[in-house]
C-alpha cells in the first residue's frame, strides 16, 4: 500500500495561471520524488496600476514516499 503526503507551494508567472501551474509543478519535481498530482487551491493576482503584473496560483502537490 502506497502512502503520500501533500505539501503546499505557491508559484507564479507573469504570463498567466496554467504557466504559474506548470512552473510550480516543475520546481516540486525538482526537489519531491513521485509527484503524482496537484490541486489549485487558491487563484490571485497582483495588479499595479490597474494592470496586471503577475498570476499566482497556491497549489497542494501530492507525492508518495518511498518505502
Known sequence: M????????TAGSRKGFDDAVEKGIARANKTLKNVTG?????MKVEVEKGKITEYRVNMKVTFVLED
Do not use: G, K, L, S
Open 2 to 9: 502506497a502512502i503520500a503526503r501533500v505539501t503546499e507551494i
Open 38 to 42: 496537484a490541486w489549485i487551491q487558491d
